[in-house]
T-cell receptor
Framework: QKEVEQDPGPLSVPEGAIVSLNCTYS??????FMWYRQYSRKGPELLMY??SSGNKEDGRFTAQVDKSSKYISLFIRDSQPSDSATYLC??????????WGAGTKLIIKP | GAGVSQTPSNKVTEKGKYVELRCDPI?????LYWYRQSLGQGPEFLIY????????DSGLPNDRFFAVRPEGSVSTLKIQRTERGDSAVYLC???????????FGQGTRLTVV
């Protein structure tokens, strides 16, 4: 079993919909949780960064961490075609070494 | 520069050859990371530099892989006797200090034929 599990998709939704992306993990030592967006043939771009449990909001993006369930989520409101990309979760403990999910491919249909 | 720069963007090499991949981090960033990303997978950690020294090289798969950062800025990932299984996108990232807010380059796509 991988330390971080993420459904590869693809997830296809109509423009304007709310998107929910998720990861589960097994290592209770993880304290830092991130979401990256990766466009085709580009490097990952940091979207959201959360320490420990709780919610964090930034514009149309909301990140949630539930450490008791070892489950993290990224919500995208009012989704746009430009949001079409692969979304990767990543997490680490205090050694800051990132462990990544495989990424979920998101397609926003106009 | 404004972001992390990696060269070349693409590299095709024959099995058994030696390759060098270059990373130019964001100016002032002391931490530099190399990752490898295979198709449909998340990045896999290879090595992390703090300044000039390799602080953690536990992700290097074998002794054919080596990386340097002699002046604490530009880094080179070196792969000897390349194998077809080395084909992947090699990503470099940098951060101001060793923490999780790292910024990635666009990657070098290595193809071993």
């Amino acid at each position: 079993q991988k330390e971080v599990e993420q459904d590869p998709g693809p997830l296809s939704v109509p423009e304007g919909a709310i998107v929910s992306l998720n990861c589960t993990y097994s290592n209770s030592a993880f304290q830092y949780f991130m979401w990256y967006r990766q466009y085709s043939r580009k490097g990952p771009e940091l979207l959201m960064y959360t320490y420990s449990s709780g919610n964090k909001e930034d514009g149309r993006f909301t990140a949630q961490v539930d450490k008791s369930s070892k489950y993290i989520s990224l919500f995208i409101r009012d989704s746009q075609p430009s949001d079409s990309a692969t979304y990767l979760c990543a997490m680490s403990g205090f050694n800051y070494q990132l462990i990544w999910g495989a990424g979920t491919k998101l397609i926003i249909k106009p | 520069g404004a972001g992390v720069s990696q060269t070349p963007s693409n590299k095709v090499t024959e099995k058994g050859k030696y390759v060098e991949l270059r990373c130019d981090p964001i100016s002032g960033h002391t931490a530099l990371y190399w990752y490898r990303q295979s198709l449909g997978q998340g990045p896999e950690f290879l090595i992390y530099f703090q300044g000039t020294g390799a602080a953690d090289d536990s992700g290097l798969p074998n002794d054919r892989f080596f990386a340097v950062r002699p002046e604490g800025s530009v880094s080179t990932l070196k792969i000897q006797r390349t194998e077809r299984g080395d084909s992947a996108v090699y990503l470099c990232a940098s951060s101001l200090v060793h923490d999780t807010e790292a910024f990635f380059g666009q990657g070098t796509r290595l193809t071993v034929v």
